[in-house]
């Protein structure tokens, strides 16, 4: 990475026009981190998913959806879900590395996979938004755009043997910004967060 790039990703990275609209999200979780009430279930499920056009009634065709899917499926599916184990198998760790990866992506793919069962779609997107509001420091914020992106700029994809359940596109783009952001760290000397790199990859 050149100089000019490095100066290029750190105006990238700055202050932008959503930081309210995330903080008042990354707030919520962290007030509501858990998994037992349905109005907070359908708070942060609904509020993160349209924010970020990754709704998990998206392109799904039910009428009425916010008062029927949302209370008679969305909460009460996630509530009698393992969910808040698999986050408690989390709450020690600071930042991803090559060891604990193996712990985050199968979390992501049991999300994913929770999401799928709910909906009948597939929410490999919303599972990371919805998990990094919940852990901004471990979950790279995945959709099409960042994916399409890091792919340009990225193109270290070494696999983890160690992994053993994962969401293959997840856990490779996951791969794909760990390297980044360890180059990035080195070359730029710029400690990239999830949400940084997120700002990186749109902007």
């Known amino acids: ?44 499920v609904m509020m993160i998913g349209r924010v970020y056009s990754a709704a998990i009634e998206r392109r799904k065709n039910v009428e009425n959806i916010s008062s029927v899917f949302y209370r008679g499926k969305v909460a009460p599916g996630i509530r009698k879900s393992k969910i808040d184990v698999w986050l408690n198998t ?16 199968a979390v992501h793919k049991k999300v994913t996979d929770l999401f799928r069962e709910i909906s009948g779609l597939e929410k490999r997107s919303l599972a990371s938004k919805y998990l990094h509001f919940h852990f901004p420091n471990l979950f790279f914020i995945y959709d099409s755009r960042s994916s399409n992106a890091l792919k340009k700029i990225e193109y270290s994809s070494v696999w983890n043997s160690s992994l053993v359940e994962y969401d293959r596109a997840y856990a490779k783009f996951f791969l794909r910004c760990m390297a980044f952001v360890e180059k990035v760290n080195y070359e730029c000397d710029i400690p990239l967060t999830p949400r940084k790199l997120d700002k990186y990859l749109l902007s």
């Open 90 to 105: 989390l709450r020690s760790l600071d930042h991803p590395t090559s060891e604990n990866c193996v712990q985050i992506i």
């Open 1 to 44: 990475m050149q100089k000019t790039s490095c100066r290029e990703l750190q105006q990238a990275i700055g202050d932008s026009p959503w930081d309210l609209s995330n903080q008042i999200l990354y707030e919520m979780c962290q007030k509501y981190p858990h998994h037992k009430n349905d109005e907070e279930i359908i708070a942060k």
